[in-house]
């Protein structure tokens, strides 16, 4: 198990709040568990797998984030101009988005051979 030390000095996390991480780390650790049973993963350095850990659980806590509403601000106001982005359409939050989306950030620190 990573600690939050770790998430936040070496890989640079402010995403995820401390209280938080132990949940995230763990669904993160076990995504990426998941692609080292069915596929040949490599890392290239020691801090590599762990920074696959926090790249996954940031992309996690973004989605649960998403799902509980607190996403992408829809408008704002400062002074006397404002903005409105309720035209932009929401972000895709289904189970393939969100699979390809942990499979992107693990290949960000890990070399994933899934054969041919």
Known sequence: ?????FYSDEYGGTAIPGREWPEFE???DAQLRRYERIYTVSYETDDARPMAVCAIADAMYAYAQLDAGNGAVQSVSIGSVSENR???PAPD???????????RCA????????GC
Do not use: K, N
């Not at 198990?1 to 030390?5: E, Q, V």
């Open 26 to 28: 763990r669904d993160a």
């Open 93 to 103: 939050t289904s189970p393939a988005a969100r699979a390809a989306e942990y499979y």
């Open 86 to 88: 309720a035209a932009v």
């Open 1 to 5: 198990m990573l600690d939050y030390r």
């Open 107 to 114: 290949q960000l620190y890990a070399t994933i051979y899934r």
